[in-house]
């Protein structure tokens, strides 16, 4: 297990103590504490890990009444069950860094939701990656070409296929899913991958994808571009959460929406409600980075704080 | 004295009790309320009025330690005292509806200061009005047509001149202003009033000015467009809160941001910060309407209640 951080957080408006664990022992020692001082003096227990194995502890720290804040995506993207027993309290867990970093992305959503305005779709580019491959392709360039400047720019992950599996955009789109209320997994989402398995990680090294295997999808991809502008609109990877489920993977949006008019690695999201029904409310920005990561998490930790003023 | 609306809200997560006073004995019986209940219950006072009378109200409301929720924005812009006094515990005021309706500005401008993220400048486009009036100018159209179509439309106040002259942006630019920490009023703003003081309202009849004053200013506006159009750039009526101050007036923005490339009615904020220094965090969306200024209302009243949970 690794725990990339794992930061405690005691008092009012104060940062009283500060401990960073990053030992299996750990989990002990953040349940004494929870058990100790959970329920009544705001202990929070955040997670920016990207780990699955946080989840039993993140658990048992609610039950013992303590807040919860998450930069990691995993705990609320397995079982659904545990999505529900971490999010059972609401207002004692924030994970606004799992979706667009910094971005208000869950704060809007839930500030949505709690004026009992129904969101009705929510439509967004979440992967600075893959928005920046989209905004490129539309010059009229290459996908080998471009996943290769993009990795030479550490646009992205070490093996660029982690980004190009859309599983990462997939985890995001069901936290949002999850939050509009549907009882979803990973399963039921329809990701599609830019790469077909044939040129996946079982079958070939990152060497030879970048090598070989990348330049196969140039073809296919520039005639999806061109189609796609020829019907006046451009290809982005999006994810749509609607009624009827949630889907990742490419899709042609119109030229002159927020979506069509993203160029780099900003993510955008348009959310769409009786509110906000012809015209969305778009929220966009960087959506990646240590200090947006950072101060999403920070926020949401101040934000808490309101569960343990002092009543004068 | 008129309060459209002073709604108070009792309890923890229930509506308990709601009530809607607009008669002047209403003061007298918010602060016998207030004094009862403010401190320990979650009595929030809401104000959804235009008018400066509720100013002394509100202020003894916090004193007896009530929750304020506005989306009257005067009580915000008179003097710097009454704002400090009505904010000095800022966890229990929320007036997300006074910049942008129910658009998530405040809350994020508020989330971005927790985090300790320094906004360095914020630039706007915070009159719907207005907003539809630049685009349309962009289209090579004359104010005094493109005006008198948005009367027709109802997008503007019975005169015209009351969006024309800037001043309920600049009341918009000044709580953004001070939610920054600048100790300004609004005569520190300098606002660009769209028509000159010979066709102010004491000189002629919102007839008068229709029919004929406000075709003298087409050619001015006219040029500027203009001119802007040959950089490459549009004219917006935009406020720019700066660390040297509040400016509120048409200004040029180049076609490809994301206050260039606006159209309608939709207001739109760039927030610039450590965290969003080369490419802003943008939120945009409709920024009037009962509706979505209901919802804002709303929402900050639900956001209130973590004040007053129940700690199991």
Redesign the interface.
């Known amino acids: 297990m690794q725990w990339n951080l794992m930061y405690d957080w005691i008092g009012c408006g104060n940062l009283g103590h500060c401990q960073v664990f990053n030992k299996p022992e750990a989990m002990g020692k953040v349940i004494d504490a929870a058990t100790m001082l959970g329920?009544?003096t705001g202990l929070v227990i955040v997670d920016c890990s990207a780990t699955y194995d946080t989840v039993g502890v993140l658990k048992d720290a609610v039950n013992h009444?303590c807040c919860v804040v998450l930069a990691n995506k995993k705990p609320l993207t397995c079982a659904y069950e545990d999505f529900k027993k971490l999010t059972s309290h609401f207002?004692q867990i924030r994970f606004?860094s799992t979706v667009g970093a910094?971005?208000?992305v869950i704060?809007?959503v839930t500030?949505?939701i709690?004026?009992?305005?129904p969101v009705s779709r929510i439509v967004g580019s979440l992967s600075g990656t893959l928005g920046y491959v989209m905004s490129e392709l539309e010059d009229g360039k290459k996908i080998s070409e471009v996943v290769k400047t993009a990795k030479a720019l550490g646009y992205t992950e070490p093996d660029p296929r982690d980004d190009l599996s859309g599983m990462d955009v997939a985890r995001k789109a069901l936290i949002l899913a999850r939050l509009l209320g549907q009882q979803i997994s990973m399963e039921n989402i329809n990701v599609e991958s830019l790469y077909p398995s044939e040129l996946g990680p079982e079958v070939m090294s990152t060497t030879d994808f970048l090598e070989s295997g990348l330049a196969k999808l140039d073809e296919t991809i520039e005639e999806r571009v061109k189609a796609a502008s020829l019907r006046g609109n451009v290809l982005r990877y999006v994810c749509v959460i609607g009624s009827t489920g949630c889907q990742v993977g490419l899709q042609e949006v119109p030229k002159?929406s927020?979506l069509g008019?993203l160029?780099?690695s900003?993510n955008v999201v348009e959310i769409y409600s009786?509110?906000?029904e012809s015209?969305?409310?778009?929220?966009?920005?960087?959506g990646a980075?240590n200090?947006?990561t950072?101060?999403?998490v920070?926020?949401d930790i101040?934000?808490?704080?309101?569960?343990f003023?002092t009543?004068?």
Not at 114 to 117: M, N, T
Not at 279 to 286: D, K, M, N, W, Y
């Open positions: 329920r009544t009444g207002r606004e910094g971005l208000p704060a809007s500030r949505i709690a004026s009992g305005d002159d927020a008019r160029r780099g900003d009786r509110c906000y015209s969305p409310l778009v929220i966009q920005g960087a980075g200090d947006t950072a101060a999403g920070l926020a101040i934000d808490l704080q309101d569960l003023q009543r004068a």
